[in-house]
């Protein structure tokens, strides 16, 4: 098993940035793909992005791509989600999770196997 911590949310103005960490326990890390994902209140759980167990491959939702970067070191046990040019819909509780099949593309949050408790992000207008 793994047990994921996410930090770095907060209030932050429209078009301002952040940068959200998940740190892993356990020895296992590097043989996790990781994704992010996003809940807003009364909204399901969204897919935001993915990194492969390499970080040599990601993918990214279609609303997020081009404001958004992921990358990890597993040396560190880390993985982070640069955001930039942040607006109010991107006001969620962002939440990490890995997927021990290397699926880290996958939008299906049933796919995946351990979970963070969240970060929250707003964005004010």
């Known amino acids: 098993q793994v047990q994921l911590v996410e930090s770095g949310g907060r209030l932050v103005q429209a078009g301002g940035s952040l940068r959200l960490s998940c740190v892993a326990s356990g020895r296992t890390f590097s043989s996790y793909a990781v994704g992010w994902f996003r809940q807003a209140p009364g909204k399901e759980r969204a897919f935001v992005g993915g990194i492969s167990r390499s970080g040599r491959n990601t993918a990214y939702a279609s609303s997020v791509k081009g404001r958004f970067t992921i990358s990890r070191d597993n040396a560190g046990n880390t993985v982070h989600l640069q955001m930039n040019s942040l607006q109010p819909e991107d006001t969620a509780v962002y939440l990490c999770?890995?997927?021990?099949?290397?699926?880290?593309?996958?939008?299906?949050?049933?796919?995946?196997?351990?979970w963070g408790q969240g970060t929250q992000v707003t964005v004010s207008s």
């Open positions: 999770a890995v997927n021990d099949e290397g699926r880290y593309y996958s939008s299906d949050y049933d796919s995946y196997d351990y």
